[in-house]
């Protein structure tokens, strides 16, 4: 009995002496951070979204502590923070374009048909799994809600009819929701956007009208006969250069279109 217990002693008495050696050890060698990367860390909203690139606002507060990247990138945030972030380092304020998620599909139970009744968990993901969704169309919103589950403000709604939508003026542009969406149907535009083209299918024509009413069909009138609105037709969609964008051929486009898909946006 004596022998067990001076082991246990001996063990007890390494372990203490180990610990304290550690816990000096640490101290010694951890260098103490910059008062101005405190700060920084300080004043972040604390979303931690990873809509600037970085893991989590710790991160991006270290990234431009080191100078890696300039204030400006904190949606939550806003030129309000990046100004005073810039006012800590000195630095001049270089604010990233303010961008909003928007759900790219007009389709909603009315407009386009179902393979089958989905009665699984409600979860895009989980219903992708299964033939890529109940859908007809397997580009388009699945109307479950996983963006709604992700998004930190409550931006993300769901309409009379069943599908989603964006409220602008709630979104953060965290990207948060594009990154949950299992067919990619959520994409971050220009906050100042005003015309969307509201679909994400790139199948050809005749297989659109088989499965939406409201799907491109590819015909190429925004882009030929307007070529001054900035539309581009690729892989049977048309999408839209914001940056080459003329708003009055836009709208005289958005007329024009058949289906009615170049729409302003709410």
């Known amino acids: 009995m004596t022998a067990i217990l001076n082991a246990f002693l001996i063990i007890a008495g390494l372990g203490a002496v180990l610990g304290l050696g550690l816990a000096i050890a640490d101290r010694k060698l951890t260098s103490p951070k910059d008062s101005?990367?405190?700060?920084?860390?300080?004043?972040?909203?604390?979303?931690?979204?990873?809509?600037?690139?970085?893991?989590?606002?710790?991160?991006?507060?270290?990234?431009?502590?080191?100078?890696?990247?300039?204030?400006?990138?904190?949606?939550?945030?806003?030129?309000?923070?990046?100004?005073?972030?810039?006012?800590?380092?000195?630095?001049?304020?270089?604010?990233?374009?303010?961008?909003?998620?928007?759900?790219?599909?007009?389709?909603?139970?009315?407009?386009?048909?179902k393979e089958f009744d989905y009665k699984g968990i409600p979860d895009c993901n989980a219903a992708s799994i299964l033939f890529r969704g109940d859908n007809g169309c397997k580009s388009g919103c699945l109307h479950l809600?996983?963006?709604?589950?992700?998004?930190?403000?409550?931006a993300i709604k769901r309409k009379e009819n069943g599908a989603l939508e964006v409220d602008a003026s709630l979104c953060q542009g965290c990207g948060s929701c594009t990154k949950v969406c299992p067919n990619g149907v959520i994409k971050l535009i220009p906050a100042d956007s005003q015309?969307?083209?509201?679909?994400?299918?790139?199948?050809?024509?005749?297989?659109?009208?088989?499965?939406?009413?409201?799907?491109?069909?590819?015909?190429?009138?925004?882009?030929?006969?307007?070529?001054?609105?900035?539309?581009?037709?690729?892989?049977?969609?048309?999408?839209?250069?914001?940056?080459?964008?003329?708003?009055?051929?836009?709208?005289?486009?958005?007329?024009?279109?058949?289906?009615?898909i170049i729409r302003k946006r709410v």
């Open 145 to 154: 809600g996983s963006c709604m589950s992700v998004c930190t403000t409550g």
């Open 36 to 113: 101005k990367l405190e700060e920084l860390e300080g004043m972040m909203p604390g979303a931690n979204c990873g809509g600037c690139g970085f893991a989590g606002c710790s991160a991006y507060a270290d990234a431009v502590y080191q100078g890696k990247v300039l204030p400006g990138l904190c949606s939550p945030g806003g030129e309000e923070l990046a100004k005073r972030m810039a006012q800590v380092l000195g630095v001049e304020v270089k604010m990233a374009q303010k961008k909003v998620a928007y759900i790219f599909c007009s389709g909603d139970c009315e407009s386009t048909t």
């Open 195 to 260: 015309y969307v083209v509201a679909c994400n299918s790139h199948e050809k024509g005749s297989e659109v009208r088989k499965v939406c009413k409201v799907g491109c069909i590819g015909c190429r009138i925004c882009e030929t006969k307007f070529p001054e609105a900035g539309f581009t037709v690729d892989q049977n969609l048309a999408t839209l250069d914001y940056d080459k964008a003329s708003l009055e051929e836009v709208c005289k486009a958005a007329q024009a279109c058949p289906r009615h």
